[in-house]
Nanobody, 123 residues
Framework: QVQLVESGGGFVQAGGSLRLSCAAS????????MAWYRQAPGKQRELVAS???????NYADSVKGRCTISRDNAKNTVYLEMNSLKPEDTAVYYC?????????????????WGQGTQVTVSS
């Protein structure tokens, strides 16, 4: 199993900044893609940003220019720097990782989710 642990959420006023972190742990795994999703009350979970092992990034239109995703492959950690936060950014933010791991009967694909971290932006 590959476990993800997020940190960095909190309460901030509109226009403020937060930096989320997500660290992956486990044994014999290789992460291909890492991403941040968010889910606001009453809404579906949506992709915020993703990054491949080679550093290619993708952002939701709603956060382009305000958020930056980055990763440290050596630490199996992904970050999300969020600036100019808006009340509509309020949500639980989830980390996601996909890749391969060495299981009992060979290499298997995996997809893991973190437990989520709350981000609240006040107006």
């Amino acid at each position: 199993q590959v476990q993800l642990v997020e940190s960095g959420g909190g309460f901030v006023q509109a226009g403020g900044s937060l930096r989320l972190s997500c660290a992956a742990s486990g044994s014999s795994f290789s992460i291909v893609n890492m991403a941040w999703y968010r889910q606001a009350p009453g809404k579906q979970r949506e992709l915020v940003a993703s990054i491949t092992s080679r550093g290619s990034t993708n952002y939701a239109d709603s956060v382009k220019g305000r958020c930056t995703i980055s990763r440290d492959n050596a630490k199996n950690t992904v970050y999300l720097e969020m600036n100019s936060l808006k009340p509509e950014d309020t949500a639980v933010y989830y980390c996601n990782a996909m890749g391969t791991r060495l299981a009992a009967f060979g290499v298997r694909d995996f997809a893991s989710w973190g437990q989520g971290t709350q981000v609240t932006v006040s107006s």
